[in-house]
């Protein structure tokens, strides 16, 4: 968590409007801090991100009682169009992220510093961590391009990506694809995708990198109700990957999950308000 520590400690921020705001509700069901579950690579615990229309990010920590802390002024990062959260040591802890670029660049942002990774990456759509897709000793990065077709890139332990390996096409069909760990129970890392009728599908992880889904599987309607979903892994210290969403009027709403996969997330809670002001969150 050197980083979370970094940007927390360093940019000291006070309560403002997007400060989550925990129901009672949730509070009585989500551990103690004597029997809150540590934080592993199906489970992570990743640190809330938002990123204002001026480059503006702010971060919330999780509180240990099912949703996040108020949030703390970070960097300001001008032409950043997209961003994904990492473990790159599978730690179970976020300890840096990949800023995608309006000019392309990708950089890995880790211990205070930038180092650009990659370059062309204005032909991807959507970029995604979910852990380890193939067992390896670092996570991936997914990346849909302008054509729909998925592409799963291994990460170096220097931050670097491996040559990219083909997926499948066919992704166009989603306007949200998310995940971080474990949703279906079978110490895999799994996906979710929302397809444009507002269905969301759970993709469950195989352990093969040349084929790293299984078939999709339906988890259920209505999703359209949300503009944006987030994955920061298990929000409530309970041992499972949950999933965030965001709504139009700026409600987040946390959907634990089960770890069952004909069923892996539990009935919503709003945890937040006032997250309409970010035109990103990861």
Do not use: C
């Amino acid at each position: 968590m050197a980083t979370a520590v970094a940007l927390a400690s360093t940019f000291a921020g006070t309560a403002v409007a997007g400060t989550p705001a925990v129901s009672a509700a949730t509070r009585s069901s989500v551990p103690s801090a004597a029997t809150a579950v540590q934080p592993t690579p199906l489970a992570p615990s990743f640190f809330l991100s938002g990123i204002l229309p001026s480059g503006q990010m702010y971060v919330y920590m999780r509180d240990g009682a099912g949703g996040f802390d108020s949030r703390s002024g970070a960097y300001v990062w001008p032409g950043l169009t997209r961003a994904v959260s990492v473990d790159p040591d599978l730690t179970g802890s976020q300890d840096g992220a990949y800023h995608v670029m309006s000019s392309g660049v990708v950089n890995q942002w880790r211990g205070g510093h930038l180092k650009q990774v990659a370059t062309g990456w204005q032909q991807y759509t959507s970029v995604l961590s979910p852990g380890t897709l193939a067992r390896t000793t670092h996570p991936d990065l997914l990346a849909r391009d302008k054509q729909g077709v998925l592409w799963r890139f291994q990460l170096k332990a220097d931050g670097t990506m491996a040559p990219r390996v083909r997926v499948g096409g066919g992704w166009n069909a989603y306007s949200q694809i998310t995940g971080v760990g474990d949703l279906s129970g079978d110490t895999k890392p799994d996906i979710v995708a929302r397809d444009k009728e507002g269905i969301l599908w759970l993709y469950k992880g195989t352990g093969d990198g040349s084929k790293p889904f299984a078939s999709r599987s339906r988890v259920g309607s209505g999703w359209n109700l949300f503009n944006k979903l987030i994955a920061t892994g298990d929000v409530d210290a309970d041992g499972r990957s949950d999933l965030l969403a965001r709504d139009p009027q700026g409600g987040l709403w946390l959907y634990k999950g089960t770890r069952v996969a004909s069923a892996p997330f539990k009935t919503r809670v709003k945890i937040g308000h006032g997250f309409q002001q970010y035109r990103d969150l990861f």
